[in-house]
């Protein structure tokens, strides 16, 4: 399969159109540079982000990649944990917020400053939706995470 196109859209391809067959296509290497050095604008889609160096963006992509593995092992585990392996799961989504406010801090204040308050609010006892709405920075973020690829099988 091949990248067709993607929403939203982050490749501008200034390749001509006869350097686009045979293997000079390589459209899935071309979206996934574009995807790698455009990190930041899929966290906020409000604001629009100058692309990065890949290498900028990969500690970052390896970050976001390790809380995603912790958030869907504490997710799966949340309904058989308790005690002290509840509180140590708990922690690791902890820590690992923590980890994303620092990286994402050093690229843009105001993203860090997001993440670390939703750490703060997951150390809370209870996380409620009126809480999640009172976010000042966060809760702008909450639910803005949709994008949509488009994939074509060559002949």
């Not at 000079?24 to 790698?36: E, I, S, V």
């Not at 990190?39 to 992509?61: H, M, Q, S, Y």
């Not at 860090?112 to 999640?132: H, K, M, N, Y």
Request: charged residues 25%.
């Amino acid at each position: 399969m091949e990248v067709l196109a993607t929403f939203p859209r982050f490749t501008t391809d200034w390749r001509w159109f006869k350097a686009l067959t045979g293997e000079a296509r390589q459209f899935n290497a071309f979206t996934l540079d574009a995807y790698r050095s455009n990190t930041l604008n899929f966290i906020d889609c409000r604001r629009l982000f100058a692309p990065r160096a890949v290498a900028l963006n990969a500690p970052l992509e390896n970050a976001f990649a390790a809380f995603h593995r912790s958030a869907l092992a504490w997710q799966e585990a949340a309904e058989t944990l308790h005690g002290r392996e509840r509180i140590e799961r708990d922690r690791e989504i902890g820590t690992r917020l923590d980890s994303l406010a620092a990286m994402l801090g050093e690229a843009d204040a105001d993203l860090g400053e997001a993440v670390s308050e939703a750490a703060a609010l997951w150390r809370q006892a209870a996380i409620t939706p009126d809480a999640v709405h009172g976010m000042r920075k966060f809760g702008g973020l909450f639910g803005r995470e949709t994008v949509y690829v488009s994939l074509t099988r060559p002949a």
